[in-house]
């Protein structure tokens, strides 16, 4: 199983992103998808995540300004990131689980400049 992130870069304070993620291989019933984020000399955190039935759960620094939304047809996930704030600077990860286990992508670097 591979989740593949895409979509991070440098933005200027305000701007947006949006980072895309695919999960290829062999899985079945992914129930929730996410993102996290670790910036450096942090732990990393959640972001936001969504279930299968369309759910979501936002972590109150992102809420209004990031949306997460998916495709279960492709196993895809994306966020949507607007009003970027330099505080938002951080590696973001993909994350998806099943009733088993869950996985991480590789991470996508996101740095906004003041």
């Known amino acids: 199983v591979q989740l593949v992130e895409s979509g991070g870069g440098l933005v200027q304070a305000g701007g947006s992103l949006r980072l895309s993620c695919v999960v290829s291989g062999r899985i079945f019933s992914i129930n929730a998808m996410g993102w996290y984020r670790q910036a450096p000399g942090e732990q990393r955190e959640l972001v936001a995540e969504?279930?299968?039935?369309?759910?979501?759960n936002y972590a109150d620094s992102v809420k209004g300004r990031f949306t997460i939304s998916r495709d279960n047809a492709k196993n895809a996930v994306y966020l949507q990131m607007n009003s970027l704030k330099p505080e938002d600077t951080a590696v973001y990860f993909c994350?998806?689980?099943?009733?088993?286990?869950?996985?991480w992508g590789q991470g996508t670097q996101v740095t906004v400049s003041s």
């Open positions: 994350n998806c689980k099943t009733a088993f286990r869950g996985y």
């Open positions: 969504i279930t299968s039935s369309g759910r979501t």
